[in-house]
């Protein structure tokens, strides 16, 4: 098992950046797939990006070439970086991982306005 708490939601002004940081507690971290996905109101919750436990990274196509996630295993971390952001990136960012089993973290707002 493995919780997820995730860190570094804020305000930001479009064509701002931020990085999201998910501190992982738990055995065998680096055998799990982690991702982040996101939920804004009323809308359902969406994968942003996921990197599996041998390094591949997939993305959605709304934010290739601006956001960026990368893991740490000996830190059991698990971060996104946002750069260029929209207002439509506006919404709760979820970190999970997987290995059978689906971990969510509790989630961190993100907000993009002027």
């Known amino acids: 098992q493995v919780q997820l708490v995730e860190s570094g939601g804020g305000l930001v002004q479009p064509g701002g950046s931020l990085r999201l940081s998910c501190a992982a507690s738990?055995?065998?971290?680096?055998?799990?797939?982690v991702g982040w996905y996101r939920q804004a109101p009323g809308n359902e919750r969406e994968l942003v990006a996921r990197?599996?436990?041998?390094?591949?990274?997939d993305y959605a196509d709304s934010v290739k070439g601006r956001f960026t996630i990368s893991r740490d295993n000996a830190k059991k971390m698990v971060y996104l970086q946002m750069n260029s952001l929209k207002p439509e990136d506006t919404a709760v960012y979820y970190c999970?991982?997987?290995?059978?089993?689906?971990?969510w973290g509790q989630g961190t707002q993100v907000t993009v306005s002027s």
């Open positions: 738990g055995s065998f971290f680096s055998d799990y797939h």
């Open positions: 999970t991982a997987r290995l059978g089993n689906n971990y």
């Open positions: 990197i599996a436990n041998d390094g591949p990274t």
